[in-house]
């Protein structure tokens, strides 16, 4: 089996933590806490926090903390449109912000884009999109 980890840089890694909790009620994996670096987990994937000092320990003392899309952003898929609407009424309630209200993508999902108090950048997305809703292909 296959696990994805994925891991942002924080200012706060409780707030983080707290904040991505409230969002999709995941666990803390508090196996992997430490001074530095907090964790949630659902599934087969691990979503990470880490502390301005763990930039040094990682080499990354130029990598930018809070800055909208630096190195990629989190898609995470819900099981139907409804959580991805609810996502999006809720992030504003926990000090995240809404980018883009829920819409159709051309490939077929229904998503929203959000940012975490933090300012970094997330997605929620589904698969099942709402009745009479249908996905149009887009002319590059």
Same mark, same amino acid.
């Given at each position: 089996m296959m696990n994805v980890i994925y891991t942002i840089l924080c200012r706060d890694i409780d707030a983080q933590l707290s904040f991505y909790q409230a969002m999709f009620?995941?666990?803390e994996a508090t $196996? !992997? $806490?430490?001074?530095i670096?907090?964790?949630?987990?659902?599934d087969n994937l691990l979503f990470g926090f880490h502390a301005p000092m763990a $930039?040094?320990? *990682?080499?990354?003392?130029?990598?930018?903390?809070?800055?909208?899309?630096?190195?990629? %952003?989190?898609?995470i898929?819900?099981?139907? %449109?409804?959580?991805?609407?609810?996502?999006?009424a809720r992030v504003g309630t926990l000090n995240g912000t809404l980018v883009k209200a829920p819409f159709v993508t !051309? !490939?077929?999902?229904?998503?929203?884009? *959000?940012?975490d108090p933090e300012q970094n950048l %997330? $997605? +929620?997305?589904?698969?099942?999109l709402p009745?009479?809703?249908?996905?149009?292909?887009? +002319? %590059?």
């Open positions: 009620g995941w666990q $196996r !992997y $806490r430490s001074p670096f907090r964790a949630l987990q659902a $930039r040094t320990l *990682l080499n990354l003392e130029d990598a930018s903390v809070g800055v909208p899309g630096d190195g990629g %952003f989190p898609t898929e819900m099981p139907c %449109f409804e959580e991805v609407d609810a996502t999006a !051309y !490939y077929g999902q229904w998503q929203a884009v *959000l940012r %997330f $997605r +929620t997305a589904s698969l099942h009745p009479g809703i249908i996905a149009s292909p887009i +002319t %590059f």
